[in-house]
């Protein structure tokens, strides 16, 4: 046997089987759980970044169609110096859109917005879509059609404009036909109303206009008409009326005719009493600015300018806004009966045959006409009779 030599052996420690036991046990941990976090980490944002997407556009989809019905229209006005910003910030404050930089970029994504000055009727709740449509139309392109019937006062009218845009206030209507800030040529001096100066008729209202505008083109309708039907010169020739005078009696006429064919007639009996200097006797008048409730009896008692039975003379002003069949007849009045009418019959010798009275006839609204203080009396009886008056 070969002996070894000790002093040539090296210790390796290889041969140290507590070692290399060791060493092959602890083997080098693999490094993979930190990417098995990463994908984790990963997954979670994936997700939670779907999350969020569907719940932005959820918060989104409600800001531009809010859930619910939309609710009734008000007033929005763009003025002359307002930009997107500071429009955007006032339908919010006005609870018309629920952010104003969602609104922004709605319309930043869907073609833009160019404002026009005016009044606008938006609606709470609506679809951000419906609230552009209605900014992108001018004003000036729509409209709302009011009717205001002959006969109207101004403050009927008002009370008529406001009921049918919501946006237009029936006071400042009443103040703009008042104050002396809209004139018409036929106004006198030291007149500051309107009364008898608006045209009734059927008014396309755009959504641009002011009170004070509405009343301007009335005004201006009533000049035409009169124009046309020369009052100017008819209102001198027929009755020795001035144009504005004209109007106010037209305005009674207008109360007080119930049928087309005596609107001359009376205007033929305003013409004579006038002229007699007889005080007009017209009931109509005596409730302009009072209370229609009143009875007749009580009104007939009050002293007031439009008192026609107590004061002679033409009111001073008109009583209501005249159509153009009542301007017509005002300057054109019926002549007087010939002799052979029967209301000219047994009248004193050398005695005019003039229609001086009227009253009620039927329950269609006619008037039956008197020359004498006893005719007409006959013709009360009737009409009392027959439960008319």
């Known amino acids: 046997m070969t002996m070894i030599d000790e002093r040539r052996w ?20 693999r490094h993979r759980r930190p990417f098995k976090w990463v994908v984790w980490l990963l997954m979670f944002l994936g997700f939670a970044a779907l999350v969020v997407v569907g719940v932005g556009g959820l918060w989104y989809t409600q800001q531009v169609n809010p859930p619910g019905d939309a609710g009734d229209p008000v007033t929005f006005t763009v003025n002359a110096d307002d930009t997107l910003q500071t429009v955007s910030a006032r339908l919010e404050s006005m609870d018309l859109v629920g952010k104003a930089w969602v609104f922004r970029w709605y319309v930043d994504h869907h073609g833009g917005l160019e404002l026009t000055t005016g009044y606008y009727q938006l609606r709470p709740n609506d679809h951000m879509g419906n609230i552009m449509r209605v900014l992108r139309t001018p004003p000036s392109q729509t409209f709302t059609k009011v009717t205001f019937p002959e006969g109207f006062t101004y403050s009927k009218m008002a009370a008529r404009l406001e009921q049918k845009v919501a946006r237009m206030s029936a006071s400042a209507f009443g103040v703009a036909a008042t104050d002396g800030a809209v004139r018409s040529k036929y106004s006198p001096a030291g007149v500051n109303s309107l009364e008898g100066l608006l045209f009734p008729d059927t008014y396309q209202v755009s959504n641009g206009e002011t009170e004070q505008q509405v009343v301007q083109r009335m005004v201006g309708l009533m000049e035409r008409v009169a124009t046309q039907e020369d009052i100017e010169v008819k209102s001198k020739s027929s009755c020795g009326y001035s144009p504005y005078q004209a109007l106010v009696v037209a305005s009674l006429i207008e109360r007080e005719a119930k049928v087309p064919e005596d609107r001359a007639k009376i205007a033929r009996v305003i013409c004579n009493r006038l002229f007699l200097g007889m005080p007009l006797q017209i009931d109509a008048s005596l409730y302009y600015q009072q209370d229609g409730s009143m009875p007749f009896s009580e009104l007939r008692k009050i002293d007031t300018p439009y008192n026609t039975y107590l004061h002679t003379g033409l009111p001073p002003t008109p009583i209501a806004n005249p159509g153009r069949a009542s301007i017509q007849a005002a300057l054109n009045p019926v002549a007087n009966p010939s002799l052979g009418d029967p209301i000219c019959k047994n009248l004193p010798p050398d005695t005019a045959c003039l229609y001086l009275y009227y009253v009620l006839a039927d329950a269609d609204g006619h008037h039956v006409f008197a020359a004498t203080p006893e005719q007409h009396a006959a013709n009360v009886k009737k009409a009392r009779e027959a439960g008319l008056l």
């Open 10 to 29: 090296h210790e390796d420690p290889w041969d140290n089987p507590e070692i290399t036991d060791a060493l092959v046990v602890e083997r080098p941990p």
